[in-house]
């Protein structure tokens, strides 16, 4: 491949980014090979494009030696007349992935820090190993998918515009246009698992399999398209089963019509949504199972990683671990600010007519209190007293949840339970001040 080939390559895939992402890119910089041409290339795609360009260079301190390299970068980019930023982080080297996954985890979080377009200098190599790897640990479709050429982000996109481009094309083009890089020592370690299939595998498998580079990276490219499908399948899946209540819960009775296959993919579309680590394959036919039996309507909560699977009559959805907090003991409230209780966030809200009249708060030993069982509440002045059981059934709060629900207690009587509403003797009447609590916990 010509240099010249090479710049025009990577300016058709810029013309590929939405309109607006063309105007200002920001280059994650190492100072090896692969980013020092990517860099170099879009410097030349800007002088006939005129959008903005700066660059990041990211140090973690692992390496000895490593501060030269933010030295290095910033020559590299006065040369070119490119703003430098060099982030300092601090990796995590007792994370349960890895080292060299929290560095790389710690790395994206700093280029991903500002928002905006991030053009990252995978090449079509990477994306090899990068399939190899996932297919080795037994990933599914989506993760055979590999990395995407425009993948959105919540605050951005990560671009990179080299997929296509071996690194043995980078190379020539760096040494055809004269630039200097630095090579990673820890790249030649061969204990980590990247660095063996880049220098052991990779090599016997072309050596024995001619271009088996490029059918990984294709296969990366078709398993991208299988898993946009199958993304396309869930969406529709999970429009079609929505509660027309506004909620984000989806009807229980209707998804027992759809094929295993079919409801393991909606789950984990919904998982990947919460945390893009999903549990393995066992785990998530486990969930299956339970949800498919025949008390699940009772009350069935599911724990998968960070998220839970849950099932309550005719409705199913997933709620994060932070429900799994410990349930505090009582509190006495010698004020209404706000607190947490149970994981979630109980607020007092002042208002005129409605909650609990705020005059019964006054003078009265008030506290926050869970359930201990036997209590009764009536929810009209002069109705019948009622087990918070009942109430709880006729609410449709899950089993799991009404132990850990707030009530809030003046003196010796039940004012509020969270969920339920006022008890009726303590109603606010109209033209009052009241107070209404608010448990975020049910959302």
Known sequence: MQSTELVDQVARSWRRLPAPA????????????DSSVLLHVLASVR??????????????????????????????????????????????????????????????AALLAEGGVVALAHHRDDQAETVLFRAVRGAGVRGL?????????????????????SRAELEAYARAVGLVWIEDPSNMDHAHTRNYLRHELMPRLSVRFPGSVGTLARLGRLAGEASDLLDEMANEDRARLSCSDGSTRLAYAASLHLSSARWRNLLRSLLVDADPILPDEDRL???ERQFRSVGAPQGLRCRLGTQALCVYRDRWWLEGDSRDEGTPEGLALTSLAALRWAGAALDFRAVTGAGIMRAALIGAPVRIDRRRGGERLSLHPAGPSRTLKNLFQEAGIPPWLRPRLPVLWVGDRVAWVAGVGVAGEFRCPADAPGVVPEWNGLV
């Open 22 to 33: 063309r105007k200002r890119l920001r280059v994650g910089l190492s100072g090896g090979l």
């Open 47 to 108: 002088r006939a494009e005129g959008f903005g360009l700066s660059a990041v260079h990211v140090h973690h301190g692992l390496v000895p030696g490593a501060d030269r390299w933010g030295r290095h970068c910033g020559v590299f980019c006065a040369n070119l007349d490119v703003p430098l930023r060099v982030v300092d982080v601090v990796v995590d080297r007792e994370s349960p992935a890895g080292i060299e996954a929290a560095a790389r985890m710690a790395r994206r």
């Open 145 to 165: 998918a590999g990395m995407r050429e425009i993948q959105s982000q919540s605050d951005g996109l990560v671009w990179r515009p080299l997929l296509n481009t």
């Open 285 to 287: 036919r486990e969930a």
